[in-house]
């Protein structure tokens, strides 16, 4: 069995051997190696096909779908957690009967390794900041990791990875979720509420779904000044204008790797922030996981048939 056509609309990040597997799952496949410009250009790229492939950087909305009408399967070769926080409108996809899958966990190492990097260059005062000046030690002389409150905004796969890394340097850790957890819990990390995590951190790393903001007016003013506040989403976890208004009063930093996660092209002119504009989760290895998943995705849609 295979699909009549398979199209990925954009650069997937699958890796070549990759690519070269999913011929065996379609007569005909065809791979975008370019953005779309527009939804029209999604719709004339998919066309007749019955099975899609995009990346984070494309939407799937309702009105495509609709456009679309021999569409059975989707796959997202990014991370999926949630429909609310997916660029495939998944619940109308599923309302005409099409199939959708996505990847996890499957570029959480490279954050990692990101955090901890820029933390201790921040913390030490290496190389320079964003204007090109030389950094100062965060606290006027280097200081470690080791008894670094870091408040953990969001203890999911990523969160937890984070959490995991910084205890092993010797931060103490407080979190906020959804619901206390139990692991969490066993490892001496302490559940407080957001709004006391805010005030008790000197450092607090948001890592949450795409498009969830917990970080509004009330909670910046708890948040206070003399913070250090990462954001490993790939939306901003906060509401653009209390935001901007935090990095403009006081001696706060802020570091994001993606402009997507930071939210607006004129804040890198900031010099207390910090932006790779460069995704730390996309390395050689995140490639084949991703790779890997996207694979057996496709084959088990295939053993379900």
């Known amino acids: 069995m295979k699909f009549n056509k398979l199209v990925g609309i ?41 099975a899609v492939l995009l990346s984070y950087t494309s939407t799937l909305t309702k009105d495509i779908i609709e456009r679309c009408p021999n569409i059975k399967y989707i796959g997202m070769c990014c991370s999926l957690y949630a429909p609310e926080s997916a660029n495939v409108d998944i619940h109308y996809a599923h309302s005409r009967g099409i ?49 670094l409150k870091t408040g953990i905004i969001g203890l999911g796969k990523s969160g937890g990875m984070v959490a995991d890394a910084l205890h092993f340097l010797g931060a103490d850790i407080t979190y906020f979720a959804r619901s206390e957890k139990q692991e969490a819990k066993g490892k001496g990390y302490e559940f407080l509420p957001l709004e006391e995590l805010l005030e008790v951190n000197e450092v607090l790393i948001a890592c949450l779904n795409k498009n969830t903001i917990l970080l509004h007016e009330n909670e910046f003013s708890k948040l206070g000044n003399k913070k250090i506040l990462f954001n490993t989403g790939l939306s901003p976890a906060w509401d653009a204008k209390p935001f901007e208004e935090w990095l403009n009063t ?27 504009q460069v995704s730390t989760g996309r390395t050689q290895q995140a490639f084949i996981r991703l790779s890997e998943k996207v694979l057996a995705n496709v084959t088990a849609y295939f053993k379900k048939q």
């Open 10 to 50: 954009e650069p997937l990040g699958l890796i070549p051997s990759a690519n070269k597997d999913l011929e065996s799952f379609a007569k005909t496949l065809i791979l975008h190696t370019d953005m779309p410009s527009n939804a029209d250009e999604i719709v004339k790229r998919i066309g007749d096909a019955d």
């Open 99 to 147: 199939t959708v899958t996505g990847v996890r966990d499957y570029g959480d190492e490279g954050v990692v390794e990101y955090v901890i990097s820029e933390l201790v260059r921040c913390l030490h005062g290496f190389g320079t900041t964003s204007d090109g000046k030389p950094r100062k030690a965060w606290s006027g002389i280097p200081r470690e990791i080791t008894g």
């Open 250 to 276: 006081g001696d706060n930093v802020v570091y994001c790797d993606t402009l997507g996660a930071l939210g607006h092209e004129h804040l890198l002119s900031k010099p207390n922030v910090n932006c790779l």
